[in-house]
């Protein structure tokens, strides 16, 4: 029986650079027996990226499983097994790759936190998983053996059977002393790789820390809030919760009878300070119209969020009451979403709608 495996946490960047890997070793020619390749993708977009690689690997594979929620019945694959999997069951929230011949053996395990690193580029690319990641075929073994039994009642006859010679054989045959020294120096690379990603993503803060308007300090433009949040790359409805804030500034009409520019100027500099200081670390906020803001801010739950919004109306009664900059009312419109894209035009309307009633908070349902 192997050690049991420690987890650590990494980012989802990582855990491709990882994912490939064992990927490109199912891939490499080998002498080694039949081969079992198990992976589970959480969602379909994730997969369609890497369609062309089980491609290839379910041509030298005696048997490919991949597995993840589907939303809609999938292209089929010759040679790939598909198994849907349930929204709320456990291995809906798994990133696992496992590689199996009778003398070889590659694995990774990863479970969804549902949180974000907030040095990461993306949203995406700063997902948190907890994991583990080994090139030692008994651990593959034991995970090819658990996403079996996981996913019996799922997978044809002809799958089950075929995975059932390769665990045969994988028993008439000792695992490779030499395997140990191979799985450490993996394992270090994964954990270098992690601290220079991390380390890149500090440099890029700071140079667009830089080069920021002082008047929008702590601002992210609409562009980059749309790379930020994955509108223009690979990402997935249903995976990690994000609430999504509008923010509509009304000011007062004796506020803004007779003010000179500098006052204007100092006054919107005081609005974003409000809105700003709400911020962690992984959120983003952007200005979208010249009294307007959209806020973003991943892993937070419904309750949470609204308790936000209420304490955004009340930060910009506290500010005007203490700021002769500033003398204004804010109106929110929030949802928790799972959606991706961000349902940004859905929680303007909604604002627009708030504002005209008099509403100060109002919730949006998107999922």
Same mark, same amino acid.
């Given at each position: 029986?192997p050690k049991?495996p420690?987890?650590t946490?990494?980012?989802k960047?990582?855990?491709?650079?990882?994912?490939?890997?064992?990927?490109q070793?199912?891939?490499?020619?080998?002498e080694d027996?039949p081969m079992?390749?198990?992976?589970?993708? $959480?969602?379909m977009p994730?997969?369609? /990226? +890497?369609? @062309? #690689?089980?491609?290839r690997?379910a041509q030298?594979?005696? &048997?490919? =499983?991949?597995?993840?929620v589907?939303?809609?019945?999938?292209e089929q694959?010759?040679?790939?097994h598909?198994?849907g999997l $349930?929204?709320q069951?456990p291995l809906? /929230? +798994?990133? @696992? #790759?496992a590689v199996l011949?009778?003398?070889?053996?590659a &694995?990774l =395990?990863a479970?969804?936190?549902?949180e974000?690193d907030?040095?990461?580029?993306?949203?995406e690319s700063?997902r948190r998983?907890?994991?583990?990641?080994r090139y030692? /075929?008994?651990d593959s073994l034991?995970?090819?053996l658990r996403l079996r039994?996981a996913l019996a009642d799922?997978?044809p006859a002809?799958a089950?059977s075929a995975?059932?010679?390769?665990v045969?054989?994988?028993r008439?045959?000792p695992?490779?002393?030499?395997?140990?020294r191979?799985d450490?120096?993996a394992?270090l690379m994964?954990?270098?790789n992690?601290?220079?990603r991390?380390?890149?993503?500090s440099?890029?803060q700071?140079?667009?820390?830089?080069?920021?308007d002082?008047?929008e300090?702590?601002?992210?433009s609409d562009?980059?809030v749309?790379?930020w949040?994955?509108?223009?790359?690979?990402t997935a409805s249903?995976?990690?919760?994000?609430?999504?804030?509008?923010v509509r500034?009304?000011?007062?009409?004796?506020?803004?009878?007779?003010v000179d520019r500098?006052v204007?100027v100092?006054?919107?500099?005081?609005?974003i300070?409000v809105l700003?200081a709400?911020l962690?670390?992984?959120?983003?906020?952007?200005?979208?119209?010249?009294?307007?803001?959209?806020?973003?801010?991943?892993?937070?739950?419904?309750?949470?969020?609204l308790?936000?919004a209420?304490?955004?109306?009340?930060d910009f009664?506290t500010?005007?009451?203490?700021?002769?900059?500033?003398?204004a009312?804010?109106t929110v419109?929030v949802a928790?979403?799972?959606r991706?894209p961000?349902?940004v035009?859905?929680i303007?309307?909604?604002?627009t709608?708030a504002?005209a009633?008099?509403?100060?908070v109002?919730t949006?349902q998107?999922?």
């Open positions: 029986m049991a420690m987890y946490q990494f980012t960047s990582t855990l491709v650079t990882v994912s490939h890997a064992i990927e070793a199912a891939l490499a020619p080998g027996g079992v390749v198990m992976a589970l993708f $959480q969602r994730y997969f369609d /990226r +890497e369609r @062309s #690689v089980y491609e690997i030298r594979a005696a &048997v490919t =499983v991949v597995g993840m589907l939303d809609e019945v999938p694959i010759p040679g790939v598909t198994v $349930q929204e069951e809906a /929230r +798994e990133w @696992s #790759v011949t009778p003398r070889f053996g &694995v =395990v479970h969804d936190r549902e974000v907030p040095r990461a580029a993306t949203i700063g998983f907890d994991g583990w990641s030692r /075929r008994d034991h995970e090819v039994a799922r997978l002809v089950q995975i059932d010679d390769v045969q054989r994988v008439h045959f695992a490779s002393p030499g395997e140990v191979a450490a120096s394992r994964v954990e270098q992690e601290r220079h991390a380390h890149i993503h440099l890029r700071e140079l667009a820390m830089a080069g920021a002082p008047a300090a702590g601002l992210t562009h980059g749309r790379r949040s994955g509108a223009d790359g690979v249903g995976v990690l919760p994000v609430a999504l804030f509008g500034v009304t000011r007062s009409p004796s506020a803004t009878a007779h500098r204007e100092r006054e919107t500099q005081q609005v300070r700003t709400l962690r670390g992984q959120d983003r906020a952007t200005r979208v119209a010249d009294n307007e803001f959209i806020l973003v801010m991943p892993d937070m739950l419904q309750e949470d969020a308790r936000i209420h304490r955004i109306g009340a009664a500010a005007s009451e203490r700021n002769p900059f500033l003398s009312t804010a419109a928790e979403t799972r991706r961000l349902p035009d859905e303007r309307k909604a604002l709608w504002v009633e008099g509403a100060p109002v949006l998107t999922d």
